[in-house]
């Protein structure tokens, strides 16, 4: 049986190439990733209670992070959300809170200065946040 780390894995992948190409994610496919996620953890209740006070954390400060334009859309939002409820302890959300600043300001300057992108123009931001996902993925920090 595959674990839901690996399936968000597989999600997230396909999400970051549709935005890498495309630059737009439909919103149902993210809503439903997201919906899906909040009610697994839901139904594990007792197990589940620490993943869903990490996503409400998550969601916490993905709005605030879009509120003063370090994210592009609600689509990032969406997908800090899901990260958020995949974490099981409050120091991977802080973990969570300083690989989205670091990888996106990375990720940002490189599309700015390297990539000679301009300011107008959309940057896709998922593909960080993905691989901010597979970091916390590989230092154990989701499940």
Not at 48 to 60: K, P, Q, S, V, Y
Not at 113 to 123: M, R, V
């Amino acid at each position: 049986m595959i674990d839901l780390p690996i399936i968000i894995i597989i999600l997230l992948t396909i999400v970051a190439l549709i935005d890498l190409i495309f630059k737009k994610i439909p919103s149902v496919f993210l809503t439903a990733i997201l919906f899906l996620t909040a009610m697994i953890h839901f139904y594990n209740f007792e197990v589940g209670l620490i993943h869903l006070a990490m996503g409400t954390l998550a969601f916490i400060y993905a709005w605030m992070l879009y509120e003063v334009d370090f994210i592009g859309g609600l689509a990032d939002v969406k997908v800090i959300t899901i990260i958020g409820l995949m974490i099981n302890s409050i120091q991977m959300f802080f973990t969570l809170m300083l690989l989205v600043v670091l990888f996106g300001m990375a990720y940002k300057l490189t599309f700015r200065y390297i990539l000679k992108k301009q300011e107008k123009e959309l940057i896709p931001f998922i593909p960080c946040l993905y691989a901010v996902y597979i970091a916390l993925f590989l230092i154990g920090g989701v499940a």
